[in-house]
Structures are given as C-alpha cells and as structure tokens.
C-alpha cells in the first residue's frame, strides 16, 4: 500500500505532484536543492549547479490559458504570453493557494536513491539526503522524479573538429544571461531551437553580426497566428487531431507542410527541416525572420571545423574574426541521484519510458519520471494529468491493471491531445464528447473544435474541478482580455 511519496524538485512538476498526492490522501515530501520553489522559471543572475538555468528576457511559449493548472486559472488580465519574473509568481500563488510549501523541504539535496532489499515484495526505496553537511535516509513507498531535463548541458565538442585551436571564447547556452557583454562581437550561435534562436535574436541588438548555425533546420512559428490569436489556441484542438487520424498519411503530410509554409517559405531563409514532414516540436519565435531579412542575422548550415579565428561551414564557407560561440546543444538526460543506473536507461540522450513516465522492467511500479514528454503542449498540464494517473498506478486498484512488466516501452516525442486522451481515459478524465452534445452541446463543441485547454481534464474524474466548465467557456474572453 502505498503511502508516503518522494518527490524529488520543486518546480513545476514537482509542484503538481506534491498536489495531486495530497488530493488522493497520501504523504508527499518534496526535495528542493534550493532556497526557492519555480525551476526552471525561477530566474537567478548566476548558474547554480544542479539546477535550470534561463536567461533574463525568458518568455513562454505556450498562451496561458493552454499552459495554466488546470484548476487553477491565470489572473485573466495577464498577458497571453509572460515574462519567467510573472510565471514565477503564479507558480508561487499556486503552492500557496494548495498550501504546498509546508510539504517541501528546501536546501535538502537528494544524493542516492536506491531499492530497499525486499523491493520485490514491497516496492520502497532507500531516498538519501543531505541538507547542511548532515546526511539522512529515509525510507518511501514511492518515489516520483521531477527534477527535469535542463540541468546537464550537453556540450558535444568532439564533434566540432578544431575547437581546441579556436582563440575565441565559447559557452553553452546555459551559461547565457544578458547581451550587454557581447556588444560590438561577431558571434556564432549553434543549434536552431527556441533557446539558439531566442539568443541570436537578443545579441543582433548589439552584436556586430550574427550567425546562426542549423545542422538539420527547424519549422519557426510566431506565438502571433491567424487573427491574432495565440498559435496554440488555434493549432491544438481536437478537431484538428480527428482531422489528422483519418486523412492518408500523404495528404496529412502536403496539409503540414502547406501550413507551416503559409506565413514565408522556409527554404528561402535556410531554414527548411530536413525531414520536411517530421512533427518535431517547432519554433516559437516573434523576430527571427525579420532579424534575418534585416541581414542581422545569417543563416548557416552546420559546422565542419573550428580554426583560430574562424569557422569552416559544411557548404565550404568559412566565416572570418569569430569572437564568441554559444552553443545552444540541448541537455542531456542524468539522474545522478539513481544508485542503479539502469533503471532510468538513457541511450543516444533518449530515455525509454512506459507511458513516458514509468521505467520499464521494475519489479513493481514505485517510481515515475514527471515532465519529460515532449509535444506541442505545454508541461504544466501535461505533468499535472501525468501524476494523476501515476498515482492511480501507485495505488494499484484492480480496475487499473498494468501489461506485464509494463508491455512495450515508448519513447518520449508524442502528439499532445492523443498522449493525453490516452493517459486520462485510463483514470475517467477524457470529456466524453458525444454524451456532451446530448447533455451541454455548448461545452461539447468548445470542447471539440476549440483550443485543447488544461481544464477539459478536470471535467471529470479524480481530482474534478467544479469551475473547469465556466474555465472553458471564458478562456476566449480571458485571452482577448
């Protein structure tokens, strides 16, 4: 029976994990290395190891109605879009609104996790931390992981023939807090996702060039879409999922590529993807395009090899009196807290996951991973619906039966709206669309052919929210607002 729950990070998901454990009436501890709550999103002026780290002019991607709680609404005068300083502060408001802050304990590292000796028969772990210099073990019937995956920079350098040689200075994107100290610099910036493009776009304000490096490019869009409604609000629907799940593949594909090309065509600005039809999370950028057309920025494909003050491009270009290089390379998969590391199997930087959330092959399924899912959707609901059913799972009723050691494994890229339907039919928490038409119509073709918001998964089910109807029909309302 499970009983007491280790979580493990406080920030966002760690948050809703603490939540969701109380709302089924177990006992949450939650570890935060930290003085704060937040993550990612809690902005600090130096990198802190063990921890995210973002950039002061950070914004969201995701409008608010599409990335809130979903009991647990944003102010509706708040922007669509928010700066981290206004995120960070109704993360804050929900751990007091819950009245989570009395089940976390801060500055407390967790350093070993570990199966007890009769793992087999009770499924407890061993959670060692430490807080002050003083080590402490205790023992918990689950344990949920939500520490993240912007933590370990990955920094391939191996792959970058010359860079040794190289006179100028490089970081990783990671280390990026501010523009001021690169003005005058022409600076190389490698990788074309949101953080390489969010940072090439801020140092052409006062670089002297700009130059932006893609090895396979990237589909960009602005958070602005048709109308000016929040891109989010528009592309993440039902309808649209329905659409997707009975056309041919091939028509699916010429409607994507139609779409992603209708405001410019990437090809002209060198930043068709490789795989044109492949459904990789995009871009989300205002001012790349127009930074690009202002020839502040210059696209370039990938890097053959670095000399001592300059770069040798794939398509044989070299590029003179390089000052600075931000590698903008993603993060790495690591949980160095896990004893046994091939519980939590990371091959090629992709971690194998069941559901992606629970490790395969352990002998009963005590422990989660929170938040790693990737998709159009955002991490707070996501995460949120996640727990829900992770719980379920810890509890292991009878009508919650799982595949024999797990089943099959998946990996962690998935459409949003399919991923989650799945994970909420299995704990009551899909909107039946059809029994709506018959007994709320007006909230059943909100609920089909408008924007896929957090709160249709609070309609029904454990953890129901009584304010998740009104939510769905104002959240035009609050967005115009």
Known sequence: MVRRVAVVGAG?????????????????????????????????????EGRASIYRTVFTNSCKEMMCYPDFPFPEDHPNYMHNARLQQYIRDYAQHFDLLRHIRFKTV?????????????????????????????????????????????????????IEKFKGCY?????????????????????????????AVELSTVASQV???????????????????????????????WLDS?????????????????????????????NRTSRKEPVLNDDLLSRITCGVVLIKPDVKEFRETSVVFQDGTVQDDVDVVVFATGYTYSYPFMEDESI??????????????????????????????????????????????????FQGGPSFPLPQRYGSSTTLQTDYITYMDELASAIGAKPNVLKLLVTDPRLALEVFFGPCTP??????????WSGARRAILTQWDRMLR
């Open 344 to 393: 939590i199997k990371s091959r090629n930087n992709e971690v194998t996951l069941y559901k992606s959330i629970l490790p395969p092959h352990l002998e009963k399924p005590t422990m989660a991973v929170i938040g790693l899912v990737q998709s159009y959707g955002s991490v707070i609901p996501t995460a949120d619906l996640q727990c829900r059913w992770t719980i379920k799972v």
């Open 246 to 274: 009975i056309l041919p593949k091939a028509v699916n594909d010429w409607l994507y590529v139609r779409g992603m090309n209708q405001l410019v065509k990437h090809e002209n600005f060198g930043l068709m993807p490789v």
């Open 110 to 162: 967790v350093t070993n996790i570990r199966k007890r000796p009769d793992f087999r028969a009770t499924g407890q772990w061993e959670v060692v931390t430490q807080r002050d210099g003083k080590e402490e073990t205790a023992v918990f019937d689950a344990v949920m992981i939500c520490s993240g995956h912007h933590i370990y920079p990955n920094l391939p350098l191996d792959h970058f023939p010359g």
């Open 171 to 199: 970081l990783h994107s990671r280390e990026y807090k501010e523009p001021e100290k690169f003005r005058g610099k022409k600076v190389l910036v490698v990788g074309l996702g949101n953080s390489g493009c969010d940072i």
């Open 455 to 464: 709160y249709q998964f609070r309609l029904t089910g454990p953890g129901r």
């Open 12 to 48: 966002v998901s760690g948050l809703t994990a603490t939540k969701c454990c109380l709302e089924e009436g177990l006992e949450p501890t939650c570890f935060e290395r930290s003085e704060d709550i937040g993550g990612l999103w809690r902005y600090t002026e130096h990198v802190e």
């Open 211 to 241: 130059y932006l490096s893609s090895r396979s490019g990237s589909w960009v869009l602005s958070r602005i879409c048709d109308h000016g409604y929040p891109w989010d609000m528009v592309i993440i629907t039902r309808f649209r999922t």
